[in-house]
């Protein structure tokens, strides 16, 4: 009851919890938009596909690293203009602060390299598989969340890095059955880019925003981006220059054009030399279009696509040695890529690669009578310790039980049936060779 003075109680829950299913309006199941579910199915091919990321990193020697998808939003202010920074999953928590569900990964591994400061030393290579989003109008229907594979190498100025990094790549291709007539990987510098704009006397903070509007070539008219480029500062002269450099379709050309003393060219060569002994130079090619979309790369950059087109980039990367100072600490040389989860499963689809990842259970334990519980349940219990998979089935026909058996690819059913356990034993029947036997129930742990 209620005095005058007290505010009439909102609903409380039992009232809420006694109120017939009928008369609550049934919730929306799915997830919220632009994300995803992993029922059993999808979940055991997205544990596959992780599962080879993780592969790949341990044979480049990787150590796995895990942040917060909750990031602080200054992680992620920057003014190139950025697809990335404009569709932040921003907002205000409830203690005023500025976050984000992050969208990319490196930033958070330079805020850790950062904060572990001395206590780590260099060079560190550090993997890790994380979600990361983006608030994009629905308009597109495009997804707002992905995982990303993202492998970094914090202290290497040379290119052994993005070698190191590519090979990674090629590998994870080659393992999942990817073939280079498959797939490429376009190969650049963001030096060449730069050296054009000091050719012109363009002021060097234009150089971020330039590569991220450049980058757009192939998705947005040439007009276009020699529009933006035009409103970004860029003098006509420069443009002309950088759209002779991009339409450049060789490291020779650049070279002609650049000359041979020029720092990018001198890279690629090593990165093209490296790849001979890596035996991946089939896999790369050198292509100037290829700027990628994050302001922070000055150097190398990369990205693997599908050779007839028919997809968006599948990976990308590149080098990144002046993130540290635009988070106001000494820079450390670095370079990293993601791999995002979504594009390379449509692309093993095309190929029919994708695999049979079937659900396995090693025992099916069936007790044959409600009083058989507790023996059953010591069964499974035994062979659990053993490390074998086991699913009790109970108040199930035996002609369900079967069907269940091949549908969870079971190896043995073991029946806990009443004249048996009187006799210390259970029957033990192979469903592959549908062999049976009846076996001591201290022995069938140790029975494989
Ligand atoms: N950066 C980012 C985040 C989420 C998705 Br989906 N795509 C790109």
Redesign the pocket.
């Known amino acids: 009851t209620t005095t005058s003075n007290e505010a009439q109680l909102p609903v409380c829950d039992d009232d809420e919890a006694t109120m017939a299913a009928s008369e609550r309006s049934p919730i929306d199941v799915n997830p919220p938009r632009g994300t995803r579910d992993f029922p059993p199915e999808d979940m055991r091919l997205r544990n596959w596909l992780f599962d080879n990321f993780r592969e790949i990193s341990r044979v480049l020697s990787f150590e796995e690293v895990d942040f917060p998808v909750l990031e602080s939003e200054a992680l992620f202010i920057r003014k190139a203009g950025e697809e990335?920074t404009q569709q932040l999953y921003n907002f205000e928590d409830k203690g005023g602060r500025r976050v984000v569900l992050r969208?990319?990964i490196t930033p958070s591994l330079a805020r850790l390299v950062i904060k572990q400061g001395k206590s780590v030393s260099l060079p560190l290579k550090w993997f890790t598989i994380g979600q990361?989003?983006?608030y994009e109008r629905m308009t597109r229907g495009?997804?707002?969340?992905?995982y990303q594979w993202n492998m970094d190498i914090i202290g290497i100025s040379k290119i052994r890095a993005e070698a190191e990094l590519i090979h990674a790549i090629v590998l994870l291709f080659e393992r999942l059955g990817i073939k280079s007539s498959d797939v490429g990987i376009k190969v650049s510098s963001r030096k060449v880019l730069e050296r054009v704009l000091q050719l012109h006397s363009m002021p060097e903070k234009l150089f971020a925003e330039v590569c991220v509007i450049v980058d757009k070539l192939g998705k947005v008219t040439r007009e276009e981006i020699e529009k933006d480029l035009i409103s970004a500062g860029v003098s006509t002269q420069a443009v002309q220059g950088i759209v002779e450099v991009l339409s450049l379709k060789s490291l020779s050309k650049i070279e002609e054009f650049l000359g041979s003393e020029e720092e990018a060219v001198a890279d690629l060569k090593k990165l093209f030399s490296l790849a001979e002994h890596y035996g991946y130079s089939q896999w790369i090619n050198f292509d100037a279009s290829v700027v990628r979309g994050l302001a922070y790369y000055n150097g190398i950059v990369f990205e693997a696509f599908d050779r007839e087109g028919k997809l968006r980039a599948i990976c990308g990367g590149g080098r990144y040695d002046r993130l540290l100072s635009t988070f106001g600490y000494d820079d450390i040389p670095a370079c990293g890529f993601g791999f995002g989860d979504a594009v390379i499963l449509e692309l093993l689809k095309e190929k029919d690669l994708l695999p049979d990842v079937l659900r396995h259970v090693d025992d099916i334990v069936l007790p044959l009578d409600e009083e058989l519980a507790g023996p059953a349940s010591k069964i499974a219990s035994s062979l659990r310790k053993e490390g074998r998979s086991v699913d009790i089935i109970e108040d199930k026909r035996l002609k369900w039980v079967f069907k269940h058996a091949e549908k969870i690819n079971a190896k043995r059913l073991i029946l806990v049936g009443n004249t048996e356990w009187q006799r210390g034993m259970v029957i033990v029947k192979n469903l592959a060779s549908r062999e049976e036997l009846q076996v001591k129930i201290d022995e069938v742990a140790s029975l494989s």
């Open positions: 990335i969208p990319e990361c989003w983006r495009r997804r707002r969340e992905h």
